[in-house]
């Protein structure tokens, strides 16, 4: 991989991935793909708490989705879609993910936050899917996804005229984003919030209800796996332990 196209940090349970590919647009390369395909197959639901995505604030585009370069060999991409590669890695990521939208975001790059657990946005953004321009079909996973997410009709205007979507009420009704920020510090401020809100509550219970809740938007049975983990949450030392602070607390206020 070209050097820093994807930055990665950790710090007190935050994993920070900047995209550094401005001159691209911000478009996944291949090897961007499989780094963070990787990563989230890596993450300790324990020790990483939440990941959080973002591209420089000056970034006219925050992501464009892939570079046009992995569609050369249509034949192979049938078999080997990165695009939906990436999409089921974070879907199935343990921990939450946020994502920064500071820049336009079009393509792919609307499938990076129909994964997300959280979106904050800038007010001055676009939101675009020009997919048909070039005639290129979804997975039907990622079209399920963006129904769940922004609605049917919302999802047709996206797909059936490739416009984009901006202004600030247009974007804060559109179903896709926590919250839209006019000002870049009261979004990290917000994000922060967030971020301590999430770190506050139980991994292992935060890792059961994400799995549970993304099966429930797709229409999908909760899977066994689902119910074992419900299972172990409900026995776990995490789960008394914060049982007992709780209602130590409420006894100290009494």
């Not at 994807?6 to 961007?32: C, P, W, Y």
Request: charged letters at 20%.
């Amino acid at each position: 991989m070209e050097e820093e196209q994807l930055k990665i940090q950790r710090s007190n349970g935050v994993i920070d991935v900047t995209l550094n590919r401005d001159h691209k647009r911000n478009a996944f390369s291949q090897e961007m793909s499989e780094s963070l395909i990787e990563l989230c197959q890596q993450i300790d639901y324990q020790q990483d708490r939440i990941l959080v995505i973002r591209a420089h604030e000056n970034a006219k585009v925050w992501c464009a989705g892939h570079d046009l370069s992995v569609f050369d060999q249509l034949e192979s991409f049938l078999d080997n879609n990165p695009m939906l590669a990436l999409f089921d890695a974070l879907m199935s990521c343990p921990i939450p993910i946020m994502n920064l939208i500071t820049g336009d975001v079009y393509a792919g790059g609307l499938c990076l936050a129909i994964c997300a657990d959280f979106n904050l946005a800038r007010s001055h953004i676009k939101v675009g899917m020009p997919l048909n321009k070039m005639g290129l079909p979804l997975n039907e996973r990622i079209y399920g996804q963006f129904i769940h997410t922004i609605g049917l009709m919302k999802t047709k205007q996206l797909l059936l005229t490739g416009q984009p979507i901006y202004g600030e009420s247009v974007l804060e009704q559109l179903g896709l984003f926590t919250a839209v920020f006019a000002d870049q510090q009261a979004l990290e401020e917000y994000a922060d919030q967030l971020i301590e809100g999430v770190k506050s509550c139980s991994p292992m219970g935060l890792r059961n209800s994400k799995l549970e809740l993304n099966a429930l938007a797709n229409s999908k049975m909760i899977h066994e796996d689902a119910h074992d983990l419900r299972k172990e949450v409900l026995l776990s030392e995490d789960l008394k332990n914060r049982v007992a602070s709780m209602q130590n607390k409420f006894k100290n206020h009494h």
